[in-house]
């Protein structure tokens, strides 16, 4: 072998040992003679395990993936998989599936391959940007609706006011106005923050601090949360730069997350705020480079959400709180969702909740006074 094609074979080594993506190859009988480093970690079956076996009888639990492998060794085509096939390993993970013929120089069939790519992180951002739409749709139906409440609502209260002002400071009835005004107003509380959903807002972007945001917030809730002894730690990256944002919509945001936080731990419980760069993801902006993503996570040691809660924690009006109105978390994913973000909600497996917020770092264009983007 000439050192040329020797430095070749050494290099496709490095590949199939370093690629992301689960490399498996099959000889034309189905029996596996190539199990790269990420399909041991996809599936949880080491390569001693793996060579030299069946790949039918191995991976008999894995149908989907058994009829790619058996079709493509049989009839000699390629044959793809992106939606359906979940591996069941360790950590259960969707994959993209691609299964191909093995062709020698002169075209004869030597074996299968087949390639397998993690799913994980596309699903999760499927999921946000569905929310995200179900948001802008659920915001458009709520401003006709509020528009056609708020109305009659100040109709109600101006009469409930007359009929005050008309009884007797000791008048048994005077109580059924001041209800009446109360409920009013609780109502228009209601439809404000349903406003809030569908009317748009011009964002006031200038560089924010992110980071002093989030110690000003866990300053002043120390000092609401003190009776109850919660404790706060707070670990912060002190190099994340200031990012262009409106201050106003992620104090709101970060506010309401972790007053949720607080309320969710119980008594002596913790409450962890941790920043830092995300380092393994980028987001594309119209018109720019990929910039990257500024992680803020906010967990607490509560009860955590079971599963059927989790499906609907972002519908409007759904709430687990008593007197809550429903509508804080769908305020704050459209706050994300505005700055190009993402927001996630992840049980603990022991116990507590992580909140991870994930917003663009940009930075002010040098030589630019503007903080337009």
């Not at 009839?75 to 259960?92: A, F, Q, T, W, Y």
């Not at 419980?269 to 993801?281: H, K, P, Q």
């Not at 480079?289 to 972002?314: N, Q």
């Not at 009006?317 to 969702?337: E, M, N, W």
């Amino acid at each position: 072998m000439s050192q040329n094609a020797s430095d070749t074979t050494s290099l496709y080594g490095m590949v199939l040992e370093n690629i992301e993506d689960a490399v498996i190859a099959l000889d034309q009988e189905g029996r596996i003679n190539l199990f790269n480093p990420a399909a041991q970690t996809y599936t949880g079956i080491s390569e001693k395990q793996s060579l030299g076996r069946l790949f039918s009888e191995l991976f008999s639990h894995q149908q989907n993936l058994c009829y790619l492998a058996q079709t493509t060794l049989s009839e000699g085509r390629s044959i793809s998989d992106h939606e359906n096939v979940k591996l069941r390993g360790v950590s259960p993970r969707p994959v993209s599936a691609t299964a191909s013929p093995l062709l020698t120089a002169d075209g004869q069939q030597q074996g299968a391959v087949l390639i397998l790519r993690d799913l994980t992180q596309v699903r999760k951002l499927e999921a946000a940007v569905q929310r995200a739409d179900q948001m802008a749709m659920v915001g458009t139906m709520s401003a006709g609706l509020a528009h056609e409440v708020k109305n009659p609502l100040g109709g109600i209260k101006g009469a409930a006011q007359l009929l005050q002002m008309e009884l007797q400071d000791n008048s048994e009835l005077g109580e059924y106005p001041r209800v009446m005004i109360r409920e009013v107003d609780r109502i228009n509380a209601i439809i404000e923050e349903l406003l809030d959903l569908a009317k748009p807002r011009t964002p006031k972007i200038e560089p924010v601090n992110i980071n002093q945001i989030l110690d000003e917030i866990m300053l002043l809730q120390k000092q609401t949360l003190s009776e109850r002894e919660i404790r706060f730690q707070l670990n912060l990256d002190p190099s994340i730069p200031p990012t262009l944002a409106d201050r106003d919509l992620l104090i709101r945001l970060f506010l309401n997350l972790i007053k949720n936080a607080g309320e969710a731990a119980p008594v002596g419980g913790t409450i962890r705020v941790e920043s830092r760069i995300d380092s393994e993801y980028q987001v594309n902006r119209s018109g720019s480079r990929a910039v990257p993503l500024i992680l803020i996570t906010i967990h607490d040691d509560g009860p955590g959400i079971s599963a059927k809660e989790l499906e609907r924690i972002f519908t409007p009006f759904y709430t687990t709180k008593t007197g809550g109105s429903g509508l804080g978390l769908a305020i704050c994913q459209k706050i994300v969702t505005d700055h190009g973000g993402f927001l996630k909600i992840m049980p603990h497996p022991v116990k507590g909740t992580s909140v991870k917020v994930s917003l663009p770092l940009i930075r002010k264009p040098a030589g630019h006074l503007s903080a337009d983007t």
